[in-house]
């Protein structure tokens, strides 16, 4: 069974920063990319960014594209999402995912992280 934790979210003022982690524990996901998606009340479901097993290749939503950074550290099994310039329309659930054949399909979520940005 695998489980994905995030962490991180939070309140914080458009301009600023946030840096969400995604722990994964419960089996290896080797040769699983990894990715961030979000979700504001209203809204659907909406791709966020993504990083391949090794870390060589990211991709990123429009929205975010230089402003977020996606990494992973296979060691430590975690992922992380960081967010600078932030702008009240990032306010969201950000969910944690992985899946073999991301970002057509993902296997795995985390039960989300709120992030809030105030104007």
């Known amino acids: 069974q695998v489980q994905l934790v995030e962490s991180g979210g939070g309140l914080v003022q458009a301009g600023g920063s946030l840096r969400l982690s995604c722990a994964v524990s419960?089996?290896?996901?080797?040769?699983?990319?990894m990715g961030w998606l979000r979700q504001a009340p209203g809204k659907e479901r909406e791709f966020v960014a993504a990083i391949t097993w090794s870390g060589g290749s990211t991709y990123y939503a429009d929205s975010v594209k230089g402003r977020f950074t996606i990494s992973r550290d296979n060691a430590q099994n975690t992922m992380y999402l960081q967010m600078n310039s932030l702008k009240p329309e990032d306010t969201a659930v950000y969910y944690c995912s992985a899946g073999k054949y991301a970002p057509v399909k993902w296997d795995y979520w985390g039960q989300g992280t709120q992030v809030t940005v105030s104007s």
């Open positions: 419960g089996r290896s996901l080797s040769s699983y990319s």
